[in-house]
C-alpha cells in the first residue's frame, strides 16, 4: 500500500462523517441526548487497575475521602444541571471496597512504555509509567477510567492515580445510590462530571502531585433501543486521551470524543484550579457485544499519519525529510498534507484495519477486551520500534562526547528523531466487551 493510500483517507470521510452525527457530543449534561436505563446493578464481576498496583498502592481501598466534605469546594470544574439532585447528595452510597484482582476477558486494561532505554541503566526514559486506569465491571454495567499525568516522574504518576481515585470512588457512590436513583442517561453524565470535581480535589488533596488529564466512561444499558441499540456509553474528557468504540457487528472502530483539541487537565492547572478548556462529553448507543475502550495519546497518536511520517503539515513525506524513500513515500510526489477530517478518518481507517486483522488472525467472532488492548500494544511498540532503536543508537554515542558537548549533541538528536515515525510516550488502554456479565465470567491471571 503506497503512502497517499495509507494516510489520504477522503474516501472514508463521508462513512466516519456519516457515523459522527450519531455521536451526541456537548460541554454538559443538558447537551447529552436524554434517554431512560435499566437500573444499575451493583454486583461486580470484574475488576483490573494499573499499571502494576494501579489504586491498590497507597490508599488500597476506596473510602470516599475525596468526595466527602463541603459541596461548595467541589464547584471548580463544571456546573451539575441539577444540583438538587446530585450535587447536594450526602456521599453515602452503597459503592462498596473494591477487590482489584479480578481481571476478566471482556474488561481488561494495560500499560506500557514506549520510551528508550537509558544507556547502562536498564531502566527507560520517562520512568515511571505516569498513565494510570480502572476498570469496574458489573452485571449489566461499567467503569472506565484513565489518567494521563503532566509531564515526567512520581508527581505525574501520584496526579494520575488521585484522578482516577477520586472519579472511581465518586461513581461507586453516586451511580448506586438507593436513595437517588439515576433514572437516565443525563444523570449517568451528570454523576460522571461530578466525579471529576471529586478527581480535582482527590489530586489538590495529594501531596507531591502535578496536573492530569482524565477521560471516564459508563455503560450501561438503556430500557428502550435507541437506532435499534440496547446499550449506551456516556463518557467525559478533558485533555488528549480519547473514547472508541469498536463495533464487532459492522467492523469499524469510531471514536467518541472525537474533535478534541487535546486542551486541558485537572489538579494545579492554573493555580490549584483545573483548565477546563477542552471539557467535552458525549453520548453513544451501541451493540451488545461491541467494545468500548479509552486510551491515552502514546496509543491514539501512532495511529496519525501525521506522527507516523506518511505525510506532514507541510505536506512533505516524513521519509523526505531525511532524504530517502525508505518509508514507501515517492519525493517526487509527496502526499498533501491531510486536512483535520481526513487525519480523522486517517486514524479511525488505520484503527479499524488493524482491529478486522485481529479478529480475523484470532478467528474470533468478536473481539473482547483482552485481545482488543493486546493488539494495540503490539501496534504502538511495532509503530515506535524505528524511532526508539535510533535513539538508543544515538544515546550510546552521547557517553563518549565531553559534558560540555552533550547538551548540543542531545538537542541534534533529538530533531533528528522527529524524522523517524511514531511517538514513543507512556501508552494505556483500558476496555470492556458490551453485555451482561456472570460471576461464570473466566478470570484470568494477574501479577502484580
Known amino acids: 500500500m503506497d503512502a497517499e493510500k495509507k494516510f489520504h483517507a477522503s474516501k472514508f470521510t463521508k462513512q466516519w462523517g456519516k457515523a459522527r452525527r450519531k455521536i451526541s457530543v456537548g460541554t454538559c449534561a443538558a447537551e447529552i441526548q436524554c434517554e431512560p436505563i435499566v437500573t444499575l446493578n451493583l454486583h461486580i464481576v470484574g475488576t483490573k487497575t494499573g499499571p502494576l498496583t494501579g489504586l491498590m498502592c497507597g490508599k488500597e ?40 484482582n479480578r481481571p476478566i476477558q471482556e474488561a481488561n486494561g494495560e500499560s506500557v512504555t514506549l520510551y528508550d532505554f537509558k544507556p547502562g541503566t536498564g531502566e527507560h526514559y520517562g520512568d515511571p509509567i505516569a498513565d494510570v486506569y480502572a476498570v469496574i465491571a458489573r452485571a449489566n454495567n461499567a467503569i472506565l477510567a484513565i489518567a494521563d499525568g503532566s509531564d515526567w516522574g512520581p508527581k505525574a504518576r501520584e496526579a494520575a492515580r488521585s484522578a482516577v481515585r477520586g472519579s472511581i470512588e465518586c461513581l461507586n457512590k453516586r ?70 468504540v469498536w463495533s464487532n457487528r459492522k467492523g469499524i472502530a469510531q471514536e467518541v470524543t472525537y474533535g478534541n483539541s487535546g486542551k486541558g487537565c485537572l489538579g494545579h492547572a492554573i493555580g490549584d484550579k483545573p483548565d477546563k478548556s477542552n471539557l ?17 495519546d502514546g496509543i491514539s497518536e501512532n495511529f496519525d499519519p501525521v506522527v507516523l511520517c506518511e505525510a506532514t503539515s507541510s505536506g512533505k513525506a516524513g521519509a523526505e525529510k531525511r532524504g ?39 478467528r474470533v467472532e468478536y473481539l473482547n477486551a483482552d485481545i482488543l488492548v493486546n493488539t494495540l500494544f503490539e501496534y504502538a511498540i511495532e509503530a515506535t520500534d524505528e524511532k526508539r532503536k535510533f535513539l538508543e543508537r544515538s544515546w550510546d554515542d552521547v557517553d563518549y562526547i565531553d559534558a560540555e558537548d552533550q547538551s548540543s549533541k542531545e538537542y541534534e538528536i533529538l530533531k533528528v528523531a522527529e524524522d523517524y515515525p511514531g511517538k514513543v510516550d507512556h501508552a494505556t488502554a483500558v476496555a470492556y466487551k458490551v453485555g451482561h456479565l456472570t460471576d461464570g465470567q473466566r478470570h484470568m491471571s494477574q501479577t502484580v
Open 61 to 100: 481501598q476506596l473510602t470516599g475521602d475525596c468526595t466527602d466534605g463541603d459541596e461548595d469546594e467541589r464547584s471548580d470544574v463544571l456546573s451539575i444541571d441539577d444540583p438538587d439532585m446530585l450535587d447536594g447528595l450526602p456521599c453515602n452510597g452503597d459503592g462498596g471496597t473494591i477487590n482489584w
Open 175 to 244: 451511580l448506586f445510590d438507593s436513595q437517588y436513583p439515576l433514572k437516565t442517561t443525563r444523570d449517568v453524565m451528570n454523576a460522571i462530571l461530578l466525579s471529576f470535581d471529586s478527581a480535582h480535589k482527590c489530586i489538590l488533596e495529594t501531596e507531591g502531585t502535578t496536573s492530569s488529564a482524565l477521560c471516564v466512561a459508563v455503560v450501561c444499558e438503556l430500557v428502550r433501543p435507541v437506532r435499534n441499540k440496547n446499550w449506551c456509553v456516556c463518557v467525559a474528557n478533558l485533555g488528549d486521551s480519547a473514547c472508541f
Open 280 to 296: 467535552r462529553c458525549g453520548f453513544l448507543p451501541v451493540h451488545e457485544n461491541d467494545t468500548v475502550f479509552l486510551v491515552t
Open 324 to 362: 530517502s524513500t525508505d518509508k514507501g513515500t515517492n519525493a517526487e510526489h509527496p502526499p498533501a498534507a491531510p486536512i483535520p477530517e481526513e487525519t480523522e478518518s486517517a486514524k479511525l481507517a488505520k484503527l479499524t484495519e488493524l482491529l478486522l486483522s485481529a479478529r480475523s488472525h484470532k
